[in-house]
């Protein structure tokens, strides 16, 4: 758990640090500004950007039923950032796989990826494909289960 959130707390403390030189250098603009900016880059790779993570085993008892593709991600990866924000409001209708608080999950895409934790990796109909347009992710979702 700790490791999903430790680049959002490197960047809320080196912009605390950062904002806090610029305050005391006369500039509290400067450093309010850049307080601001770190705040958001430390929310934007934060776990709470992506739906509700649930572990592998789940997501593929879940996607068996409801035909919708699992994606496989770990916090602070900006291609599963990317993935996520081009998605948009369907991003909800995946089902989200933390390979940092997942085992499971984590075996599941370095036997998809000859032993590397390459992700997003995106599972549909049983079969991964790694990092995939966002276009054709969403195409997944608007095909019949």
Known sequence: ??????????????????????????????????????????????????????????????SAVDGRPVVYWRPGCA????????????????HWVDIWRDPAGAAAVRAANDGNETVPTVVVEGRPHTNPDPAWVREQLSRPA
Not at 10 to 37: N, Q, R, T, W, Y
Not at 79 to 94: E, V
């Open 1 to 62: 758990m700790a490791l999903a959130w430790g680049l959002s707390v490197v960047l809320v403390v080196c912009g605390a640090v950062v904002a806090a030189g610029e305050m005391a250098g006369g500039s509290p603009g400067v450093g309010a500004a850049l307080l601001v900016v770190f705040g958001l880059l430390a929310g934007v790779n934060s776990p709470l950007v992506f739906p509700r993570p649930v572990g592998a085993l789940e997501a593929r008892e879940r």
């Open 79 to 94: 291609y599963c950032l990317r993935l996520r924000m081009r998605l948009g409001r369907s991003a909800r209708q995946l």
